[in-house]
């Protein structure tokens, strides 16, 4: 049995006092939920004062991104070491915002996500299309591309400390969330090419989340299927009661 994730990205929102204010509110809504990993992913500036907040709680933290050295002349960026320094088990890497925005390539991910291991985070590593890639019948192209690049050189034994994210590109933030039948569909062919890569068991024990516009009302149908592990959450995770109706969806 895979245990499902919920997991939130808060993106760029939220000073110190509003994420205390978030989690302080989000805690004991999700209490109950422990059959989910339920994870919160703030700002860099704002992991600290939150971990303080989820300590001992149900609730672990994740940073949206990391540098792949552990220290050095690289300003600007933060290492994974300091990201457990701060009291972070999770990092999201790859979001479609840094590959578009960022310049965050196949090739940084990799990096990443090698150096994000090595130090014991777990990765949620986040691939998907965009709309004109889905259009032109190059989704499952991008998909195989995005999971070999991000992958190269992580053996099958490192893979219990990665999740796999399929955030089509044109569902986040746009309202346009996937039906239950397009995620499925992706879902499955991702867990087939890490069956492919690696092996049945490695496919068999990979949790793969979905997000893109989830909601309270759209995600007993994408978890209910069978390859949908979870999803990962921007705007429905910025609200203490939306964030925690999806944990507790999960959790049944
Ligand atoms: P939305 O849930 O706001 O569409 O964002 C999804 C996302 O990008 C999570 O990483």
């Given at each position: 049995?895979?245990?499902?994730?919920?997991?939130?990205?808060?993106?760029?929102?939220?000073?110190?006092?509003?994420?205390?204010?978030?989690?302080?509110?989000?805690?004991?809504?999700?209490?109950?939920?422990?059959?989910?990993?339920?994870?919160?992913?703030?700002?860099?500036?704002?992991?600290?004062?939150?971990?303080?907040?989820?300590?001992?709680?149900?609730?672990?933290?994740?940073?949206?991104?990391?540098?792949?050295?552990?220290?050095?002349?690289?300003?600007?960026?933060?290492?994974?070491?300091?990201?457990?320094?701060?009291?972070?088990?999770?990092?999201?890497?790859?979001?479609?915002?840094?590959?578009?925005?960022?310049?965050?390539?196949?090739?940084?991910?990799?990096?990443?996500?090698?150096?994000?291991?090595?130090?014991?985070?777990?990765?949620?590593?986040?691939?998907?299309?965009?709309?004109?890639?889905?259009?032109?019948?190059?989704?499952?192209?991008?998909?195989?591309?995005?999971?070999?690049?991000?992958?190269?050189?992580?053996?099958?034994?490192?893979?219990?400390?990665?999740?796999?994210?399929?955030?089509?590109?044109?569902?986040?933030?746009?309202?346009?969330?996937?039906?239950?039948?397009?995620?499925?569909?992706?879902?499955a062919y991702i867990r087939g090419e890490i069956r492919s890569l690696y092996s049945a068991a490695a496919a068999e024990g990979m949790r793969v989340l979905y997000g893109g516009?989830?909601?309270?009302?759209?995600?007993?149908?994408?978890?209910?299927?069978?390859?949908?592990?979870?999803?990962?959450?921007?705007?429905?995770?910025?609200?203490?009661?939306?964030?925690?109706?999806?944990?507790?969806?999960?959790?049944?």
């Open positions: 049995m895979r245990k499902p994730v919920i997991a939130g990205n808060w993106k760029l929102f939220k000073t110190s006092s509003e994420a205390v204010e978030l989690v302080t509110a989000l805690l004991p809504l999700v209490s109950g939920a422990t059959n989910v990993e339920i994870v919160v992913a703030p700002v860099f500036t704002v992991l600290d004062r939150v971990q303080r907040v989820i300590s001992g709680s149900n609730v672990n933290l994740s940073a949206q991104d990391c540098y792949w050295e552990a220290e050095g002349a690289f300003t600007g960026e933060i290492s994974p070491k300091m990201l457990l320094d701060a009291g972070c088990s999770h990092v999201i890497i790859g979001h479609s915002e840094r590959r578009q925005f960022f310049g965050e390539t196949d090739e940084t991910v990799n990096k990443k996500i090698k150096a994000a291991i090595a130090s014991g985070l777990v990765v949620l590593f986040c691939i998907g299309e965009t709309l004109a890639e889905r259009e032109s019948e190059k989704t499952f192209d991008v998909l195989k591309r995005q999971i070999i690049g991000g992958l190269t050189g992580i053996p099958e034994s490192d893979l219990a400390q990665v999740i796999v994210a399929y955030e089509p590109v044109w569902a986040i933030g746009t309202g346009r969330t996937a039906s239950d039948d397009q995620a499925q569909e992706a879902h516009s989830v909601k309270p009302e759209n995600i007993a149908g994408l978890i209910s299927r069978q390859d949908i592990d979870g999803a990962l959450v921007g705007g429905a995770s910025l609200k203490a009661d939306s964030f925690a109706a999806l944990v507790n969806a999960a959790q049944k």
